[in-house]
């Protein structure tokens, strides 16, 4: 072979060689590319996720933000109580939609945080309770979590000769209620603490060591024009130090009426379910009764009903 016919084919050959490894880098930039992409794309959407999950959580925390107020002190308690009430501002009130239909008109209006209805009855409105021990400063908190609502507290009591014979004419005796029946107590009781303290006679007052709470369980769920369900409150009861926590009927009963008898020490309540499942609780659904006795050392809740033969 001649010298310029080696010297093509060795063109040839250099030619090919330079041609091939392009074509293979060519390739192996075309196999990296979509991996790269879906690196990418992962990253993106790993981002798009945590920022949807701190989203919802930001929204969660807005919902059940809340504020501590000032501490209640009220006698013969050994512990001085922290109401943890819904922080409401401009940005979030549309959650609380019974705040927003208890607004006045220039939107300043809000239920009280805690506050006598009578004797060791108060109304209120409150995510969570703060048990302060006063002899020791320890704390205890009422609710594992802030997503209740406490609209009301009652601490069973007996009161012997509130006031002297010739203020009997200006005692004040509450009418009973559907919605607070605490209300019948004793004839002639002071209605406020403060009415309590200025009785001519000295008042003799014993508390039971509980504490009951009507506790709505679903207060930002918003009902159905003709349901009322998650309107509904469940009875809780716990001891004066916000401990032993209980529910006093099962889940799917709510309470109607309650009625304390300071004269024999005991507490009745009234339940319904929704045991036609139509969302309502209406005068068609099942009641059921219940007791507590107060004057033993241990009150627990008994279930009675006189219609039932088998009870």
Known sequence: MSYDNKSKHRQILHSGLFLGIGFCALSL?????????????????????????????????????????????????????????????????????????????????????????TPYTYNSHMSNLVFENIATGTTKTLLPNNDFLIQQMFIPFVSSSPISQQDQSDAVTVAPSQATNENELAQNVPTTEAQRESADVETVTTLFGRMIY???????????DDQNLFSQQALYMSDDMGGALNKLHPDNEFVQQTKWMPQISRYYFITQSDSDDNGNINEQDKTYNYQIDFSTDEPTVKKYDFTDESL
Request: net charge negative.
């Open 214 to 224: 009507h506790i709505n369980e679903t207060p930002y769920q918003e009902n159905d």
């Open 29 to 117: 930039s075309a196999c990296q590319q979509p991996d790269n992409h879906n690196t990418t794309t992962d990253q993106a959407d790993n981002i798009s996720q945590t920022n949807s999950t701190e989203d919802t959580t930001a929204a969660n925390s807005a919902q059940v933000s809340t504020k501590t107020q000032f501490p209640h002190y009220i006698d013969k308690l050994p512990t001085l109580l922290h109401p943890i009430t819904p922080f409401i501002t401009s940005e979030n009130d549309g959650i609380y939609d019974e705040l927003s239909s208890l607004k006045s008109r220039d939107n300043n209006y809000y239920p009280s945080i805690f506050s006598e209805n």
